[in-house]
């Protein structure tokens, strides 16, 4: 059966078939997480064109001053609109087989195969979801336990050289709110999305564990960092997704955010279909497919627009 891969027992001498189990097992993928924290793009699907223009409103500024005199006009301000076009793209990914090795196969093919493609569907919109989060205008570079460089032009300042821990979260926090007054996800909280490593960081530093004594005695026990000055951190080991960086990688890379960060224009929602037998029948396969793209929103680091920070490394 060529289309199926097999590893032989012995490196030379005669070879054996021994007997299968009853149960195939699956090899298991990392944690798929992003679209979660996704919206879809409304009003756009088939039929739409290949791109959709995302409309955006700017600021009016705040006077110093907002008192009339009787004998002037009232002040004007300018007010614009500003777009994004996110332009969607095929995506997918196929498994060949033979009417021969389903045929004469102890399993059922196709259905593992079937798995194995959801299961590369899902981590291939999960890297390509984070990818536009870590478009964000401003990053985060860690340089020690408690100094940091931070940009606003898209590209790290600085290879960082220290992991996260809670000062960093409290600095992350204190930048969104009151420099870049990003508004909260749902819930009120900010949603902080760390590779293992960077979550680690959190976990070692003393000051989390003298918290979490008092507030929550289990969160050691269960692995979880929780919710830190309003950022709710979820751990990542999606390699692909997010990676560790720095100086001998000792940053686990991240991102932190709040509402309206990212969006999915979405044409064809991915979908398993079955190829159409060829060869009167001798030859199958089954692939997924979807015509889809992530885009970040706001892809500036004014005040009121940003809505992301990445934390990482030169």
Known sequence: MAQQTWTFDA?????KNHALSKTLYESAIAKCITMDYVKPVSGFG??????VTLVRTSNIIEPSNGRLVETERIPEYA????????????????????NLSNLLSEFNIEDPIQMALREQMALVMDTTAMSAFKTAKVKYAITGLTTSTVTTNGVFGATSTANMNVFH?????????????????EGGDYIGIFRTR??????????????HKYTDPSAKYNGEVGRIEGIRFIECNHA???GNVGTGSVLGE??????????????MTPELRAKQPEDYGRDLGVAWLGVFEFGIIWDTANAGEAR?????SL
């Open 11 to 15: 490196p030379t001498g005669t070879y």
């Open 46 to 51: 088939k039929k739409s064109g290949e791109s």
């Open 79 to 98: 007010w614009a609109l500003t777009t994004k076009v996110i332009t969607v793209t095929e995506f997918g990914g196929s498994v060949p087989f033979t």
């Open 169 to 185: 979260a409290e600095e992350i926090r204190d930048l969104m709110f009151d420099t870049y007054f990003i508004p909260p996800w």
């Open 198 to 211: 960077g979550i680690r960081g959190i976990k070692r530093d003393p000051t989390w564990e003298e918290w």
């Open 240 to 242: 692909n997704a997010l």
């Open 254 to 267: 991240g991102v932190v955010f709040g509402a309206d960060a990212v969006v999915m224009a979405e044409a």
């Open 308 to 312: 992301i920070v990445h934390v990482g």
